[in-house]
């Protein structure tokens, strides 16, 4: 069965050349040149692989990565990068790269590469998955939310929430107890490289508290931090 790859490299040259060794491999290959058109893509169409180089125009590749893992835990990424530094690559697979290959490399390691990260995806996708569903859920105070079926209950009763709601939320339990700002909400939830009025962001963490707090005007689980953004507490302290 045809693999769809997502390859995500500004560098014409090698993007010529991966994009063509990859399809002799026999996949389909899509190939785009900046972090905001990687998400675009990765919003309307499955992929079985993302290739994605560290260094883009508009929106740079670790907040790529950050921002699919909030849609997608399984797809995997391949990260390529001219940056050799370790924290660089740690900093990678801890926004959840599954590997990581520093410039210049070998083009018969990366299609070694490839092939791992692909064969290790087909039999995930065999794999019984209930112990994740069941983990891709929170409880908080009286409040629960499930990512997957969007279902939530608050305060005032049962509620589903919109797909924006959970990224947005999800992005804050990820970042628990760390201030989020309103900039990284917009680029790694709604995928903008030009941030227009963050009023969108406030909206959206009022609705959260008309949801889940007992007294929103006095929130103890999602937290305003002036002049910086707002920070998920679930002990609700």
Excluded at 152 to 180: D, M
Excluded at 190 to 206: E, M
Aim: charged content about 30%; overall charge neutral.
């Amino acid at each position: 069965m045809t693999k769809r790859i997502l390859l995500v490299e500004d560098e014409e040259s090698l993007h010529d050349l991966l994009k063509l060794n990859l399809e002799l491999d026999g996949n389909k290959v899509i190939g785009v040149k900046d972090g905001e058109q990687a998400l675009m893509r990765f919003e309307g169409e499955q992929f079985d692989l993302i290739i994605l180089d560290v260094m883009l125009p508009k929106i740079d590749g670790f907040s790529v990565c950050e921002s699919i893992r909030l849609r997608n835990k399984e797809v995997p990424i391949l990260f390529l990068s001219a940056k050799n530094q370790a924290e660089d690559r740690i900093s990678g697979l801890k926004l959840g790269g599954d590997d990581y290959l520093s410039k210049p490399f070998n083009l018969e390691e990366l299609q070694l590469r490839v092939g791992n990260l692909l064969n290790r995806n087909s039999k995930k996708s065999n794999s019984n998955t209930a112990s994740e569903s069941q983990a891709n859920e929170i409880y908080f105070g009286p409040n629960y939310v499930n990512f997957d079926t969007h279902e939530a209950r608050g305060v005032n009763g049962n509620v589903t929430l919109t797909k924006k709601e959970i990224l947005l939320f999800k992005l804050l339990v990820e970042h628990k107890n760390e201030v989020v700002s309103r900039e990284k909400i917009l680029q790694t939830v709604w995928g903008y490289s030009v941030f227009p009025s963050t009023r969108t962001v406030d909206n959206f963490i009022l609705s959260f508290r008309k949801y889940f707090e007992l007294n929103p005007k006095t929130p103890k689980f999602i937290k305003s931090i002036r002049g910086f953004g707002y920070i998920f507490d679930d002990h609700g302290s």
